[in-house]
């Protein structure tokens, strides 16, 4: 079973900076995807990037040029490098793995992000 820990959340100025990373421990199997999700209070968890095993990346329109996912297979991490925040950022933000070939996903417990104006 694979198990994911973010790190890197805390509160920014607007136009500030952050950059989330997440461990995966244990097994996992690729092709698989990693990516980052967010949720606003009050709203539906949304995707943020997706990083595939062979580095194609996707995002959601809102972070396009402003959020970087990367990723090092090596460490079975994922990272998120989040610039020019803004306060609609704030969310929690949770990692998440999917397993392709065992058809699986795994989620983090998620980390904070606030961006005060």
């Known amino acids: 079973q694979v198990q994911l820990v973010e790190a890197g959340g805390g509160s920014v100025q607007a136009g500030g900076s952050l950059r989330l990373s997440c461990l995966a421990s244990?097994?996992?199997?690729?092709?698989?995807?990693m990516g980052w999700y967010r949720q606003a209070p009050g709203k539906s968890r949304e995707l943020v990037a997706t990083?595939?095993?062979?580095?194609?990346?996707n995002y959601e329109d809102s972070v396009k040029g402003r959020f970087t996912i990367s990723r090092d297979n090596a460490k079975k991490t994922v990272y998120l490098q989040m610039d020019s925040l803004k306060p609609e950022d704030t969310a929690v933000y949770y990692c998440r793995v999917q397993d392709l070939v065992r058809y699986t996903i795994s989620w983090g417990r998620g980390t904070q992000v606030t961006v005060s104006s």
């Open positions: 244990g097994s996992i199997a690729s092709p698989n995807i």
């Open positions: 990083i595939t095993s062979n580095s194609v990346t």
